[in-house]
């Protein structure tokens, strides 16, 4: 930093006048006579999006620039490059990525801040490791291994820039992640860096994933018990009774449980990494088998989640090898990606081998893994062997996998998994377009015990519920199972094309086709999809409308003996389905892009309904620092329940506007409105509509390059239909009337540490109607007070939060 204070000093008396693009305002660009107007706009954006310019060369790689603008800034302007060491403030901004729709999972963050620290090094990257960054198309990461392959290296991450075939999307994703440093394999630099996160609540306990929600559950169940409510027989009655009252127990020491998060990373030069995590979630119960058949004293009552990984990389044919946790995506994540994350509708995921200190549990892998390249083949292989929770029977069977954020110890680390496979892939590259390969695999899975599901041990014996589950019926009893699959992909010009099919060992099979057309200004995708409904892999992660026990009884805890096997609607494996999805991005003009349009057509195979989802964004951009969206959503889906199907017909409308009205400040608003139309039900008064909305506005000021401050409020009202809405690093969701308040610091306290801190409160009325009736003979009475009837009333739920991340790199 001292450096560049001296550079710029000195540059301000080499050269009267000329003041540093890297920290013009928009006012002093737009008074540089050598620029018009549309000129200004992309420098002050590629700035801005870039954190700045390392040199006045770098406007060459901006739209629009040309010899004679690089000549008149050269004697107009100067440049001084950002300080070099310190923590790159994009790595906040990747985990503000999160907060999107379509945003990535946690394993694919993980793995980008590792390549914010330490890039990969362009001149010998292949399109495997490129196609796993941020938003890169597979045709974006062929682009430039075909330019590397055939041109030979470059100087500068610039020359990328007019590569043919890849799109300036995919560049400007691409080069916060790669540099032209070369691999020393002699080196031993040390670096390395340590997280600490404080997590003293999001504000979110009292949702229907919450912790409390799940205590007033298992407290109605054990009313429903003792009133006589369930035909259990005696001894049933008793069994119940004491495994939700021990869950109780042990839930109750969770409340206000504060989360901890201890993360160091290290490493030593491009060949040796390490790193360890110790954490415990936010209202978490701990231990029960931190690390299985190890004693770890106290750490079993402070943490929930122990991992580590030890690694190697670059042993001539070995590019990779993990021992301990590691994360594995390979194909098109039909057979093996071991996150814990399935989001909808997401286009984009990691690909490859990569050591896993994430949250994930219930899918880690423990054990090592290696990637091997031997000229065109490159190989994977995985050996794991982990505890997996478990929903039991009442006689302490296990049931089927489960995967809870309300962990309690008689489902806890109930089997032992055994996972061991490999992926083979030939790459074509060069005898066909880069890009091109075919790949072979398998993996096969054992448990220790054998799992067997029985709905009788879900199912509230004698309730007027059926039991339509399909999606768990269809599941067999045992204590393994294997998986074969073959994948495919090629690039022609700029259209890529990839598929995978895997077959299960019980005569099931999954599939998946996709196809991209892309240049500037414009992409097309599509993707189909075909899951058999026998198809239980619990590592596939494919493109998907819904989890498999989305709409099923998995979604009511009141119809199930144990309200905590409500918990398998989470899990993240996608639904039995069939469909095509279509999803495209224009720009008509430099004022009006259609930002993201889709079609989502598909057909529930359980019940074989058909449904269909759109969704529409347009953006007007007036000026560089005014933006204007538009969305329309609208879903048909259908449903089974215990008479007819029920469809449902969601519409929902946001409008929001963003700009930046000086140069250290960002305002966002966001109004939405939706609405719900139902199949007409007798039962719930014929009630045909829901509906909801709110209002949400931001608003973030920088008050240097160290410390900025984000502020955020919105207030909701809602009639039945929840609704939902991206904070800064989460998703929130919203029901009954209410406001919240966040604000959110961002500070760089040293070119190595840096902090983030984030407060909240949120109100939340919940409105109790329909209860006061005139006629005395209809009326509800309090309990104990025949004499006072019960009133429309609200209740009022205030939630604080608090997160505080430390994040130290050196």
């Not at 954190?51 to 040309?66: A, H, K, N, R, T």
């Not at 989640?305 to 390979?330: D, P």
């Amino acid at each position: 930093m001292i450096s560049s204070l001296i550079l710029a000093a000195c540059v301000s008396l080499i050269v009267p006048g000329g003041f540093d693009l890297n920290t013009a305002t928009l006012q002093e660009l737009q008074e540089l006579e050598g620029l018009d107007s549309q000129q200004v706009s992309e420098l002050y954006t590629y700035i801005y999006e870039t954190g700045g310019l390392q040199s006045i060369y770098d406007v060459m790689e901006i739209p629009g620039f040309g010899a004679f603008e690089l000549e008149y800034l050269r004697h107009n302007c100067v440049v001084v490059p950002p300080s070099e060491g310190r923590v790159s403030p994009n790595v906040i901004s990747i985990m503000e990525r999160l907060a999107a729709e379509d945003g990535p999972g946690d394993a694919a963050v993980d793995m980008w801040e590792n390549y914010l620290l330490r890039p990969i090094p362009i001149n010998s990257a292949t399109s495997w490791q490129l196609r796993s960054l941020d938003r890169v198309s597979l045709i974006d990461a062929a682009a430039v291994e075909n330019r590397l392959k055939t041109l030979g290296s470059v100087s500068g991450i610039y020359s990328l820039r007019n590569v043919d075939n890849l799109t300036y999307y995919g560049y400007r994703n691409m080069r916060d992640y790669v540099s032209v440093r070369e691999l020393d394999l002699s080196s031993m630099e040390f670096f390395g860096s340590y997280r600490m996160v404080i997590n003293g609540g999001d504000g979110r306990d009292d949702d229907e994933e919450g912790l409390s929600t799940m205590l007033s559950d298992l407290r109605s169940a054990r009313y429903d018990i003792e009133d006589g409510g369930r035909g259990y027989s005696d001894a049933d009655s008793i069994a119940w009774t004491e495994r939700l009252n021990s869950e109780s127990t042990e839930l109750q020491q969770a409340i206000n449980v504060t989360g901890w998060e201890h993360r160091i990373r290290v490493g030593l030069g491009d060949r040796f990494r390490g790193g360890i995590r110790l954490s415990r979630g936010r209202n978490s119960a701990s231990g029960f088998g931190l690390l299985t058949d190890l004693e770890l004293g106290d750490l079993n009552n402070r943490y929930d989640v122990a991992k580590g990984f030890a690694s190697m990389e670059n042993i001539g044919a070995v590019n990779h090898v993990v021992l301990g946790n590691y994360n594995i995506s390979l194909g098109q994540g039909l057979m093996i990606d071991n996150s814990d994350e399935l989001m909808y509708r997401s286009t984009y995921r990691t690909w490859g081998l990569y050591p896993d200190l994430t949250s994930t549990r219930q899918f880690a892998l423990t054990g090592g893994a290696i990637e091997v390249q031997a000229g065109p083949f490159l190989g994977y292989g995985f050996f794991s062997n982990s505890g997996r929770d478990a929903l039991r029977s009442i006689d302490g069977t296990p049931n089927v996998l489960v995967m809870s954020s309300t962990r309690t110890s008689i489902y806890a680390d109930v089997v032992k998994e055994t996972t061991y496979g490999g992926y083979g892939f030939y790459d074509f590259g060069g005898f066909l377009p880069y890009g091109t390969a075919l790949g072979l695999g398998g993996m096969n899975i054992t448990y220790s015990d054998s799992i067997v599901p029985d709905p009788a041990a879900m199912e509230i014996p004698g309730d007027a519920q059926n039991w339509d589950c399909p999606e768990y019926d269809v599941l067999t009893a045992g204590k393994s199972s294997s998986f074969t699959g073959i994948s495919a992909q090629t690039i022609i010009d700029n259209v890529s094309l990839e598929g995978e099919y895997v077959r299960q060992d019980n005569e099931t099979s999954a599939m998946l086709a996709r196809g991209r057309w892309q240049n500037d200004y414009f992409y097309l995708l599509g993707i189909w999809r075909h899951y058999d409904l026998g198809y239980n892999n619990p590592y596939n992660r494919g493109f998907t409308e819904q989890l498999r026990y989305d709409d099923t009884v998995f979604e009511k805890p009141y119809y199930l003996n144990d309200p905590i096997a409500s918990q398998l609607a989470q899990w993240p494996t996608p639904k039995p389905e069939e469909g095509l999805y279509i999803e495209s991005r224009f720009q008509i003009s430099r004022s009006i892009t259609f930002t993201k349009v889709y079609l989502d057509l598909w057909r529930s195979i359980p019940w074989n309904f058909n449904n269909y989802r759109f969704q529409g964004e347009v953006e007007y951009r007036p000026d560089f620092p005014i933006r204007f969206r538009l969305k329309c959503k609208y879903q048909e889906k259908t449903k089974m329940h215990d008479v007819i199907p029920t469809t449902s017909r969601t519409t929902e409308y946001t409008f929001r506007t963003f700009f930046l009205p000086t140069d250290h400040d960002y305002f966002d608003v966001q109004l939405r409105v939706g609405m719900v139309e139902l199949t007409p039900n007798p039962r719930y008064g014929d009630d045909r509509l829901m509906s909801g909305g709110y209002i949400a506005a931001r608003w973030e000021h920088n008050f240097s390059d160290n410390l900025s401050v984000l502020g955020g409020t919105t207030l909701w009202s809602t009639n039945g239909m929840s609704q939902w809405e991206f904070e800064d690093t989460g998703i929130d969701f919203l029901d009954g009337d209410g406001t919240k308040l966040y604000v959110t610091m961002k500070n760089n306290l040293s070119d190595n540490l840096q902090l983030r801190l984030r407060v909240l409160r949120k109100d939340t009325f919940y409105p109790r109607t329909d209860l006061y009736r005139p006629d005395p003979d209809d009326s509800f009475y309090y309990e104990g007070d025949p004499n006072s009837p019960v009133r429309d009333f609200s209740d009022h739920v205030t939630e604080y939060g608090i997160r505080c991340q430390l994040d130290f790199r050196w």
